[in-house]
């Protein structure tokens, strides 16, 4: 299992955007700019559906996915950044949907269609040089 470390959640509560990577059953790929996500537990990555259409496609045919984020500082061009790859699954109610609802409303009048919850099975750093 791969463990979602403290400076990793850091990283993640930076980022304005998580970058969210599908694909089609057939392996068509698929990147959007996700504003409502975060680290959910040491494992697990929260992303909020409001407006997914391909995305939501992908993942009910696939969902295996990829989630990257990054923090840069560009004065001494710093950066720290991490992939995180697992499987997504859906939740249409319970507390990690009405909690994610919540804290989507909060910030826009935006009605959510789903939570998404990625169960995070590999992590990559990302930032330069790199491995």
Known sequence: MAKITEEMKEVAAKARLFAVATAT??????VVPIAFAKVLSDDEILLMDNYMKKTEENLKANPRVAVSVWDVNWETMAAKGYQFKGDARFEYSGKIFDEGCEWVKSMMPVTSKAAIV????SIYDVAPPGP
Do not use: A, Q, S
């Open 25 to 30: 059953k057939n392996g068509e790929p698929n």
């Open 118 to 121: 990625v169960k995070v099975t």
